[in-house]
Antibody, heavy 123, light 112 residues
Framework: EVQLVESGGGLVQPGQSLRLSCTAA????????VHWVRQAPGKGLEWVGF??????????EYAASVKGRFAISRDDSNSIAYLQMNSLKTEDTAFYYC??????????????WGQGTLVTVSS | IVMTQSPLSLPVTPGEPASISCRSS???????????LHWYLQKPGQSPQLLIY???NRASGVPDRFSGSGSGTDFTLKISRVEAEDVGVYYC??????????FGQGTELEIK
């Protein structure tokens, strides 16, 4: 069974940093991309960024709202992806989901989602 | 790319059909013939789940009462006969442009 479990959320002050982890199981982690999507409480979904599999270079892409502040990395040997969040703002408050990215027809299907972890940025 | 869903709220009687529209500000039809549009359902208190990928392909385990259609800028998710377990918020998502993947605002389906 495919599983993704996020951890590391919590309450931080504006300007501080936080690192989220996404631990995967039930599939060959290194063969897939990992995407991050966030959802402010009671709001819609916002794509944050993703990291390609090593097969596709292991490179990253980010939404404009987080570029330069957030960084995604991966440890394929332990089936973990990370979202390093720096210079956090109050508007970064959200549930953060990690999602498996299945490469199909030249794009990605975000097919399995974790349960999410809540990040609250407040003074 | 801006994704616009309608309606935003959809009350449906069990057993009746339901339809959700998603329009994109740019064509999602890739030169390879695929539409880069997915549909998701977020049930209350849960994370989103994939229903339809590439416009019309049902994801694994998704009941056949769900279907996706459309091409270019206009897409539709249809539920042939709504069941109580179908309540939640439905989102369309475009995956044409990296790094600007985007979602629609969501359509909340409720049972009458």
């Amino acid at each position: 069974e495919v599983q993704l479990v996020e951890s590391g959320g919590g309450l931080v002050q504006p300007g501080q940093s936080l690192r989220l982890s996404c631990t995967a199981a039930g599939f060959t982690f290194g063969d897939y991309a990992v995407h991050w999507v966030r959802q402010a409480p009671g709001k819609g979904l916002e794509w944050v960024g993703f990291i390609r599999s090593k097969t596709y270079g292991g490179t990253t892409e980010y939404a404009a709202s987080v570029k330069g502040r957030f960084a995604i990395s991966r440890d394929d040997s332990n089936s973990i992806a990370y979202l390093q969040m720096n210079s956090l703002k109050t508007e970064d408050t959200a549930f953060y989901y990690c999602i498996r990215g299945f490469a199909v027809a030249g794009t990605y299907s975000l097919d399995y989602w974790g349960q999410g972890t809540l990040v609250t940025v407040s003074s | 790319i801006v994704m616009t869903q309608s309606p935003l709220s959809l009350p449906v009687t069990p057993g009746e059909p339901a339809s959700i529209s998603c329009r994109s500000s740019q064509s999602l039809l890739h030169s390879n013939g695929y539409n880069y549009l997915h549909w998701y359902l977020q049930k209350p208190g849960q994370s989103p789940q994939l229903l339809i990928y590439l416009g019309s392909n049902r994801a694994s385990g998704v009941p056949d009462r769900f279907s996706g259609s459309g091409s270019g800028t206009d897409f539709t998710l249809k539920i042939s006969r709504v069941e109580a377990e179908d309540v939640g918020v439905y989102y369309c998502m475009q995956v044409l442009q990296i790094p600007t993947y985007s979602f629609g605002q969501g359509t909340e389906l409720e049972i009458k």
